[in-house]
């Protein structure tokens, strides 16, 4: 990743970034993008990446009905007519949206995240027919995750606008953070939240009185217990974001269902799923990246990825 000072850092930086390839998904993408900046009252940079250098005759990489030969040139003149097209799209859907359409040349991982270093937010479809969408569902999602700043939202067909944010607390950093997001993302929209905390990765049955918990192994806790001390670990991680969101009305969900399944459950009907890119402890973080890919993969509305402080750059 280049330095922070790079002409596409200081591009997307302070703004809403959006991947677009021409695809629908990435169309519905730009689309959910304007909305959320212009709530923000940010910019929206909209960025297509054209895999270069060309050949004089080549067949199109990009996945707009292009004619089956084309030359550079017409690559370049056919993306910027659909980057105009869409800027008009986002204006008129957001009034007084910012928009500001760039095309590059390169790798898409590579440039996106240049782009989003120091954005406010990264937001990408969540599949698509070309290598650029297809890109965003593993390395965007495994790479600028971990190493942008910005939190990356991967927008699904799925999900009700209308409907709740679930968030998933477990007390890392990054939950924090997520929590924070969460809360503020229902703020603008008016919409309430569901906070949810898997108190284990053990079978449900294994809470039952003759399961471990229930024999006093593990913790030593019952699940009564459990139960009281992951309402009050939800219920923490609430405070702070509650007293700057006071308006924000606010579920706490204690599940004893795997973390995975727990958030997959909660995002039934949901506006956005927001989860932290890992948890506390050597153990956590490998917990909380399979459920982020997980998450990717199958939550049922757009997926909002949180980094915490300690996230390596």
Not at 22 to 30: D, L, T, Y
Request: charged content about 20%.
């Amino acid at each position: 990743m280049s330095s922070p000072d790079s002409l596409e850092s200081q591009l997307g930086r302070g703004a809403v970034v959006v991947g677009f390839d021409g695809s629908e998904r990435s169309r519905q993408a730009a689309r959910w993008a304007a909305r959320e900046a212009v709530s923000r009252g940010l910019r929206l940079v909209v960025v297509n990446v054209i895999r270069g250098p060309f050949p004089e005759v080549l067949v199109t990489p990009v996945s707009m009905p292009l004619p089956q030969l084309v030359n550079e040139d017409a690559v370049r003149a056919y993306t910027n007519e659909h980057l105009a097209e869409l800027a008009d799209e986002c204006a008129r859907i957001a009034p007084g949206l910012e928009v500001d359409t760039r095309a590059f040349d390169g790798h898409p991982a590579a440039v996106l995240g240049e782009v989003a270093d120091e954005a406010a937010l990264l937001v990408v479809g969540s599949s698509g027919t070309t290598g650029l969408t297809r890109l965003f569902a593993g390395s965007i999602t495994a790479d600028l995750a971990h190493h942008s700043t910005a939190p990356l939202v991967v927008v699904r067909e799925t999900g009700a606008e209308d409907g709740h944010v679930v968030v998933g607390v477990d007390g890392s950093d990054p939950s924090h953070r997520a929590v924070d997001f969460a809360l503020d993302f229902a703020s603008r929209h008016d919409r309430p939240v569901v906070a949810v905390h898997a108190t284990t990765g053990l079978p449900v049955d294994a809470l039952t009185p003759g399961g471990a918990w229930g024999q006093g192994l593990g913790l030593g806790l019952d699940a009564d217990q459990l139960r009281t001390s992951a309402d009050a670990l939800i219920t923490k991680s609430l405070t702070g974001p509650l007293a700057r969101h006071p308006e924000v009305r606010a579920e706490r969900l204690v599940s004893f269902a795997r973390p995975a399944q727990a958030l997959l459950d909660a995002s039934e009907g949901a506006a956005l799923l927001v989860v932290g890119s890992h948890g506390h402890g050597a153990v956590h973080r490998a917990l909380l990246g399979s459920v982020s890919h997980a998450m990717l993969h199958h939550a049922h509305c757009p997926l909002a990825l949180v980094h915490g402080k300690s996230e390596p750059r």
